[in-house]
T-cell receptor, first 116, second 112 residues
């Protein structure tokens, strides 16, 4: 059973550019969430996808958007990058909304984004 | 006031010590409580998962939840150098679309 994999592992972008981060969920998991973790902080919830639909969103502007594909993999897109977007972006998957209470969420190792 | 407060430390203990990590929270709707361990340059790894109040034990780890005080704890017995990591508390409410709210994390170093 594979875990959650994220790509790329590191990325440097210039302010104003756009970025796409990718996530493959753990086998058997159909729910994917994205979190932003700034240095020295806990992860902050961006949004969650279940069966290709966004079904929850945190306090992030619309320039943060996402997709989930039929194989449950997911993308996070960020437009008009700002310096404060520099952070570790974590993807987490879970086995469905009725079972995640027991099994929790499996996190990937993240993509470290630096905006210069 | 933040929804979840956690002392960021750092906390340094000798090998074999009992470690106590704590979080307080303000949202009484939180029902599910978790502790994650995060090694440097890695994603968080689930350690303990508790529903509502009570204690849960798993090997050297014990999680406690006191909903009346809005206070959760993680105890690590016989701490090992391999336990050196950042420990994050996380919690969520029923019907929250499964959004987890995390504390800042406590950096723990266990010295051999």
């Amino acid at each position: 059973e594979t875990g959650v994999t994220q790509s790329p592992t590191h990325l440097i972008k210039t302010r104003g550019q756009q970025v796409t981060l990718r996530c493959s969920s753990q086998s058997g998991h159909n729910t994917v969430s994205w979190y932003q973790q700034a240095l020295g902080q806990g992860p902050q919830f961006i949004f969650q996808y279940y069966r290709e639909e966004e079904n929850g969103r945190g306090n992030f502007p619309p320039r943060f958007s996402g997709l989930q594909f039929p194989n449950y993999s997911s993308e996070l897109n960020v437009n008009a990058l700002e310096l404060d977007d520099s952070a570790l972006y974590l993807c987490a998957s879970s086995p469905g909304q009725t079972r995640s209470y027991k099994y929790g969420y499996t996190f990937g190792s993240g993509t470290r984004l630096t905006v210069v | 006031q933040k929804e979840v407060e956690q002392d960021p430390g750092p906390l340094s203990v000798p090998e074999g010590a009992i470690v106590s990590l704590n979080c307080t929270y303000s949202n009484s709707a939180f029902q599910y409580f978790m502790w994650y361990r995060q090694y440097s340059r890695k994603g968080p790894e689930l350690l303990m998962y508790t529903y509502s109040s009570g204690n849960k034990e798993d090997g050297r780890f014990t999680a406690q939840v006191d909903k009346s005080s809005k206070y959760i704890s993680l105890f690590i017995r016989d701490s090992q150098p391999s336990d050196s990591a950042t420990y994050l508390c996380a919690m969520r409410s029923e019907g929250s679309n499964y959004k987890l709210t995390f504390g800042k994390g406590t950096l723990l170093t266990v010295n051999p």
